[in-house]
């Protein structure tokens, strides 16, 4: 893992969308090696802070630093792993097999006319491995269950060696045994090989000993140093605005 | 078979056939993985309207399909992806306004229906030496940009935002995509017709899909499927002297009907 200051720094970020405010003045920074979650209720503004750090919303006002540099002159886009929303949800007749899925990971890396490198096959065998679906090598990406799409959209994101991953509500469509598995993943890939991690998701329970800071985001952002603190009951009650359980557990 | 070919004009037919068929088939199966189909039908009526300049005002009815097809498919790729409209409807606006545009213009003039007919339909007798020259360099030009972008463009097709999160220049990639697929269509329609290039676009990678495989053995079979089609349908226009687009569809389609029989899913 290369050095860096803080792999994102925001400041003052606004966003609004066809004149409604989405974002109000968000300012954090994610440091090498956290954790962190992002809770908040739908609608709220957490997918869009995600896409907005990825450069795939440009904000109304405010600055973003990736790994030290302005998003503008950044390029180094495959030191950012993402795993978007429902992804899944794959047209079940697309024409891509596993292989070819998880190799689209370092397209970016290869430039025009790039041949796939000893480098490349190397990253995509190891990301494969890690996720488990190297057997799954030549199977359509179409014909596997919401639990193995789901690994191998990781494995996709794995296969560019990222410094950190982004993982936006990957649950949609999987079962709760490979819900488990995902989470023991995440754990496993922030502890040992120190990648940090940024985690949109709404079972805030289940990751409570594992997460670092807790980004709440309601239009403005609110950080917690605190996970355990912020989860209790009534804070999270307050946050929503609506009463809620918040109930720790492994799966 | 043999015979056919000794004439020049089945020479040049077969050249700008197969040059079409592969240029066609594989910039296809993008538009087809992106559910942007009618990309190829309404671009195709667009280059009408510069068929009917061209005819009108004594220019190279070529030339200016190509020019037609350019700027609308710039247009309309701003309209999608700037403006965020939805792509169905700019599409239909595009592709009835364009033939709106078409047949004004073809009833102003009045006097070149016949030679506009070989455009709707395809004529194997009309594909000139300097056709050929134009579609050879223009061809080329595309074909290396597919063969370049090939990988980013599937990426793009599998998934645009990760593709873009992950530092592949989307934008310029699909204004690109719909420059060569106006250009693909705008030569085309000497040999196809304006009418019918869409099915050489669209029939083959629909019909290589439902074999099942990855996107590479996709994408051969993709093109052979066009090759063939062109091949009997030029004969079957040559022996039965009839329109060569009409023959190569009929001959798509009796493809896509058996892709569709062998793979009942």
Known sequence: ????????????????????????????????????????????????????LLGLEKPTSGEIKLFGIPQKR???????????QRSALVDSTFPATVREVVGMGRYALRGVFGFESAEDKSSISEAMELMGVSDLSDRLIGNLSGGQRQR?????????????????????????????????????????????????????????EDISRVLFVNQTLLVSQNPSEMIRCDEMSRLYGTPAHVVCHNH | MIEMLQYPFMQRAFVAGLMIAVLASLSGS????????????????????????GLLFGMSPLWMAVLASLVASWMIEYLRSVHGMYSDSVLAIFLSGSLA?????????????????????????????????????????????????????YFIAFDEDVARAGGIRVTMLNFM???????????????????????????????????GMGFYPTTLLSIAIALISVVIGLSASYIFSLPSGAAIVLCLLVIFIIALVINRR
């Not at chain 1, 290369?2 to 109000?24: A, I």
């Not at chain 2, 693909?184 to 990678?205: E, K, Q, W």
């Open chain 2, 101 to 153: 545009l078409a047949i004004v213009i073809v009833s102003m003039a009045g006097s070149f229906n016949a030679s506009l007919f070989s455009y709707l339909f395809g004529s194997i007798l009309s594909v000139s030496a300097e056709d050929l020259w134009v579609m050879g360099i223009f061809g080329s030009i595309a074909m290396a940009l597919l063969i370049a972008f090939f990988k980013e463009l």
């Open chain 1, 152 to 208: 191998v959209m990781i494995a996709r994101a794995l296969a560019s060696d990222p410094d950190v991953l982004i993982v936006d509500e990957p649950n949609t469509g999987v079962d709760a045994q490979s819900q488990h598995r995902f989470y023991e993943l995440l754990r496993t890939l922030n502890k040992t090989k120190k990648m940090s991690i940024l985690f949109i998701t709404h079972d805030i329970g289940v990751i409570a």
């Open chain 1, 74 to 84: 950044f390029r180094d886009w495959n030191r950012i792993g993402y795993v978007p």
């Open chain 2, 30 to 53: 993008f538009i087809v993985l992106r559910r942007y189909s009618l990309l190829s039908e309404t671009l195709a009526h667009v280059s009408l309207v510069g068929v009917a300049v």
């Open chain 2, 177 to 211: 995509l719909v420059s060569i697929i106006a250009v693909i269509i705008a030569l085309s329609i000497r040999v196809v017709g304006t009418l019918l290039i869409g099915a050489l676009m669209v029939i083959p990678p629909v019909a290589a899909i439902r074999f």
């Open chain 1, 1 to 52: 893992m290369k050095f860096s200051p803080s792999l994102f720094e925001v400041n003052n970020l606004n966003f609004e969308r066809q004149g409604n405010l989405v974002l109000n003045g968000a300012s954090f920074q994610i440091l090498p090696g956290e954790y962190c979650a992002i809770i908040g209720p739908n609608g709220g503004g957490k997918t869009t802070l995600v896409r907005l």
